[in-house]
Nanobody, 124 residues
Framework: QVQLVESGGGLVQAGGSLRLSCAAS????????MGWFRQAPGKEREFVAV????????LYAESVKGRFTISRDNAKNTVYLQMSSMKSEDTAVYYC?????????????????WGQGTQVTVSS
């Protein structure tokens, strides 16, 4: 059983930056590809980014490509999401998730473990 705990959410102005962290425990971290998802009020949870087990490969949603960067530190069992040039439409609860899939997957149901989420609010 893997436990995931997100942190780093908060209020930021449009155009600003924020970095989210997700600390993992209870499993072998580098056995899992790690993803970030988000859910805005009244909307379904959507894929944001995913990083491979080694950190060599990443994939992003079109809406965040060029603005967000996912990274991981396997020595610290932590995955990060650096968010820049933020927009009001980035406002959501952000979740990290872990998948055993050996390739980069974007569907919610491919992920086994989820964090509790952290709120990100972008003011315009």
């Amino acid at each position: 059983q893997v436990q995931l705990v997100e942190s780093g959410g908060g209020l930021v102005q449009a155009g600003g930056s924020l970095r989210l962290s997700c600390a993992a425990s209870g499993g072998t971290f580098n056995n899992y590809a790690m993803g970030w998802f988000r859910q805005a009020p009244g909307k379904e949870r959507e894929f944001v980014a995913v990083i491979s087990r080694s950190g060599d490969h990443t994939l992003y949603a079109e809406s965040v490509k060029g603005r967000f960067t996912i990274s991981r530190d396997n020595a610290k069992n932590t995955v990060y999401l650096q968010m820049s040039s933020m927009k009001s439409e980035d406002t959501a609860v952000y979740y990290c998730a872990a998948t055993r899939r050996g390739w980069l997957v974007t569907a919610n149901n491919e992920y086994l473990y989820w964090g509790q989420g952290t709120q990100v609010t972008v003011s315009s």
